[in-house]
Structures are given as structure tokens and as C-alpha cells.
């Protein structure tokens, strides 16, 4: 790569500013949502430790029942985005619509296996306790499937076209009504029943319709019916429902692979006790500092990476992206530095509201934990922001290719060694940190390999309606 200042890679097209400028929104979402989803863990943590130890599970479980619609409704981004590179805003409300009926149609049956998660908790093998609150849970969560996934199509909307100002907002709101929500439902204030972990989910249900409402009211205000053919749109249209399927199917599954294979991971985990779960879960929901910001960054890549390609402009879908990967390993190695020789700065709030003796011995657990996520952190930088270029791009194929060979392994190796060969939590973790590095190696080879220039995935001549 050419070498440039630190002016001019701030400055120039698809550089630092502009990479900035559309990422900061986004990050700062997510941090609302990482912010509020560890604030609901250590109020899980103050009221016990078995719903601390069932909430991340039950959740993981709901997540994977949603992955595969989900992606399908997160990948309207791309769409939306192309689009809007290639000047074609009259298919802009007809995509988002295709994500609506998608979403519309995975809320009965994801309703459909409320009946069934007692028995599925209890097959994992966990107390019979953490497996009850793991059941209540899932099943409260369930009711809120169809605010997180109608707020995924249209959060989805508003990322393709940059308007990511819209979804700091509305998420951040959102967040708050939640946090607020969980103290009061936990544990009984202002009127509402201590409920536990059962409040917990309920707070989550309501802040995931808030945000679809809120979501739905934008989506139909002037500018925006009128600029992108919102209402001229909302109509099944069945040759863009395929294309839809066609490249967004394979990202739903690479998420429902990867998803549910971390799921059963800490199922896995699970069986060595509530000790080791309950750390692992801690130090999966500190990491969320981590992650879920660099998810916002990888939301902005595919965004601009798709708008990019629409215009015919690969190069600076290549510029875009790079930015973006020095930005995040920065801020990757910056957080992995104080994961690794300051962690008690991220655990001094679970303290606060339990006693000495069981602080302590979940404290042990998880700082040694946190040291093994500050190794793979880099490579999880890489992960994200690659592959979420190559989805901007349409090749979400060799990503399905990848989660379907690499994601079982984590989970196989880690129950082989727990079963038969008395493996500890250490082991389970030194394989999670090899999955992920692996995982980041690979989506930066691809994306170096540039097969992904050429791809599309609006048709040709957006303008005729793809006919």
C-alpha cells in the first residue's frame, strides 16, 4: 500500500473522517446496548449467582433461534446501501419491505418453541435451578423476537442510506428504558414486582418493541416516504424476495452456525459448574466492550463497502475497509492491554453488590479469563471488520463455507475434553482463542485474495426494476 500522512488519511475520500463520521453513531449504539447489558448481568450477579449463570445461556439460545432471520433482516443493509451507490432510491422501500414479511413471518415460529425450552435446558445438563431460570427466561424473550427483528430491518434501512445519527438515537433511548426497567423489575421498585430474572426478560421485551415503534414512526415521515418509495413499496415482490434469499440466507446461517456453536460452548461450560459458568459469563459480558463497538464499526464497513460497489468504485471499497482495520486494531490492542494488566477496573461494579467471599471466587475465575480474550483480541478485530467488507460486497457464500467447517470444532473439542479427558475451563478456553484466530486469518486472506470487487448483489440496471 501506498504511504500516506496522518493528514491525508484522515482527510482524503473514504479515509479516518468519513469512516469516523458514519461509525461513531453506530459504535456509540452499541455501546448504550453494552453499557445496558452489563448493568442487567451485575444486577443479575447483586440478586444471585444462579441467575447470573442462566441469563447469558437462555439468551444465547434466544439469539440462535433468531440468528437465521435475523441476518436475513440485518443484510437489507447491503442491499439499501448498493442501492443508494448505484441511484436507485425507488428500490430502496421496496427492499426494506421484503425484510418486514421476512421478519412478519419468523414471529409465529419462534413462538412456536416456547413450549419446548423447559426440556431443552434441561438436556444440557445444568442444575436443576440454573436450568428452570434458563427455561423462564427464554420463554419471556420469545415475546420480544418480533421488536428485535422488525427494529433489525429498519435500523437496516437507515445504515445503507448513512443515517446512522438515527439508530444512536433511537437505540440510545432505548437502552435507557431497559436499564431503568431492569433495576425496577429485578428487584421490586416503583411499583414492580421483584422478579428476578424474569423482570429482567420483560424489560428486554418492552425496550425491543419501544425501539420497532420508534423504528417504524421514522421510517414514514416525509423525507423519507417520499425520497425512498416507502409506501410505494410496502408490497411482496417476489423477484427481489429471491435476491434477498439468495445472498442474505447465507449470512443468516454463518450467524445461526457461529451463534449456535458459542451456545453450545457454554452449555458445555456448564457442566464443570456454576463457578466456571458464571465466569465465563462475566468475562464474556466485560468483553462486550470490545465487541459490541467493533460491531458497529463492521456495520459501517458493509454499509460503505456496499454503497461503494453500487457506484462502481472497488477502490475505495478497499480504502474504506483498510481505514477501518487500522482503527479497530488500535482500539482492539488499547482494550486487550487493559484486559490483560488492569481487569479489576471492569469487575470493581460487580463488587458493589455482593458479598466479599462470592466476589472473590468468581474475581479468580475471570481474571485469567479476561487474559486469554486480550490474545485473541486482535484476530477478532480482524474478523469483523474483514468480513463484514466481504458482506458488503455479496460473498456471503465463503462465509457460510467458513462458520459451516470452523464453528463446530470450539464446540467438539471443548466437550471431548471435558467428558473424557477431564478438561477444565482453561482448556474449553485456549480453544475458543484458537477458533477466533482462526476466523480472523482466514477473512483476511480472502479479502486480500479481491474476489470480492466484482460481486454485486442488486441486479443489474437497478433503475429498470431488474427486469
Known amino acids: 500500500m501506498q504511504r500516506v500522512s496522518i493528514r491525508e488519511w484522515w482527510s482524503r475520500p473514504c479515509g479516518g473522517r468519513d469512516v469516523c463520521v458514519m461509525a461513531l453513531p453506530l459504535i456509540v449504539s452499541t455501546c448504550f446496548w453494552t453499557i445496558m447489558t452489563l448493568t442487567d448481568r451485575m444486577f443479575l450477579l447483586w440478586y444471585s449467582n444462579a441467575a447470573m449463570a442462566a441469563a447469558l445461556p437462555a439468551a444465547l439460545v434466544s439469539f440462535t433461534v433468531l440468528c437465521f432471520p435475523f441476518g436475513l433482516a440485518a443484510y437489507i443493509s447491503t442491499f439499501v446501501a448498493q442501492y443508494f451507490g448505484a441511484d436507485a432510491p425507488e428500490r430502496i422501500g421496496l427492499v426494506t419491505w421484503q425484510g418486514v414479511w421476512i421478519a412478519l413471518t419468523a414471529i409465529p415460529l419462534v413462538l412456536l418453541t416456547i413450549p419446548w425450552a423447559p426440556a431443552a435446558f434441561a438436556l444440557a445438563g445444568h442444575s436443576r435451578e440454573i436450568a428452570g431460570l434458563e427455561s423462564v427466561y427464554y420463554r419471556i424473550l420469545a415475546y420480544g423476537a418480533g421488536g428485535t427483528l422488525l427494529s433489525t430491518v429498519f435500523s437496516a434501512f437507515f445504515t445503507g442510506l448513512s443515517r446512522t445519527y438515527v439508530i444512536m438515537i433511537v437505540d440510545a433511548t432505548a437502552a435507557a428504558l431497559n436499564a431503568v426497567l431492569d433495576y425496577c423489575w429485578i428487584f421490586g421498585?416503583?411499583?414492580?414486582?421483584?422478579?428476578?430474572?424474569?423482570?429482567?426478560?420483560?424489560?428486554?421485551?418492552?425496550?425491543?418493541?419501544?425501539a420497532a415503534i420508534v423504528y417504524l414512526f421514522l421510517l414514514f415521515m416525509p423525507h423519507f416516504r417520499r425520497t425512498f418509495h416507502v409506501w410505494d413499496g410496502c408490497r411482496f415482490d417476489w423477484p427481489l424476495m429471491k435476491r434477498v434469499l439468495r445472498y442474505g440466507s447465507p449470512s443468516g446461517l454463518q450467524m445461526l452456525i457461529e451463534v449456535g456453536a458459542f451456545t453450545l460452548f457454554l452449555l458445555v461450560v456448564g457442566r464443570l459448574g456454576e463457578l466456571p459458568l458464571a465466569a465465563t459469563n462475566l468475562a464474556f459480558n466485560i468483553n462486550t466492550l470490545a465487541w459490541l463497538p467493533m460491531l458497529g464499526l463492521g456495520m459501517a464497513v458493509s454499509a460503505m463497502v456496499g454503497q461503494r460497489l453500487g457506484a462502481d468504485s472497488p477502490d475505495l471499497a478497499a480504502r474504506v475497509t483498510w481505514t477501518a482495520s487500522v482503527i479497530a486494531i488500535l482500539y482492539m490492542a488499547f482494550v486487550a492491554t487493559l484486559y490483560a494488566f488492569f481487569p479489576d477496573m471492569?469487575?470493581?461494579?460487580?463488587?458493589?453488590?455482593?458479598?466479599?467471599?462470592?466476589?472473590?471466587?468468581?474475581?479468580?475465575?475471570?481474571?485469567?479469563?479476561?487474559?486469554?480474550?486480550?490474545?485473541?483480541?486482535?484476530?477478532?478485530?480482524?474478523?469483523?471488520?474483514?468480513?463484514?467488507?466481504?458482506?458488503?460486497?455479496?460473498?456471503?457464500?465463503?462465509?457460510?463455507?467458513?462458520?459451516?467447517?470452523?464453528s463446530p470444532l470450539p464446540v467438539l473439542a471443548s466437550w471431548v475434553g471435558v467428558t473424557y479427558f477431564h478438561g477444565d475451563i482453561l482448556w474449553c478456553w485456549c480453544v475458543v482463542t484458537v477458533w477466533v484466530c482462526l476466523l480472523g486469518a482466514i477473512y483476511f486472506r480472502r479479502f486480500l485474495q479481491g474476489g470480492w470487487r466484482s460481486m454485486r448483489v442488486i441486479e443489474p440496471g437497478p433503475e429498470s426494476g431488474g427486469k
Open 189 to 210: 421498585y416503583l411499583g414492580f414486582p421483584r422478579a428476578g430474572i424474569a423482570g429482567a426478560a420483560w424489560a428486554t421485551v418492552i425496550a425491543q418493541w419501544f
Open 346 to 406: 471492569f469487575l470493581f461494579g460487580h463488587a458493589s453488590g455482593m458479598s466479599v467471599e462470592r466476589f472473590q471466587a468468581v474475581r479468580s475465575v475471570t481474571v485469567v479469563l479476561l487474559r486469554f480474550v486480550a490474545v485473541y483480541c486482535l484476530f477478532d478485530a480482524l474478523n469483523l471488520v474483514f468480513s463484514s467488507a466481504l458482506k458488503g460486497a455479496g460473498d456471503t457464500r465463503f462465509i457460510l463455507a467458513t462458520a459451516t467447517v470452523l
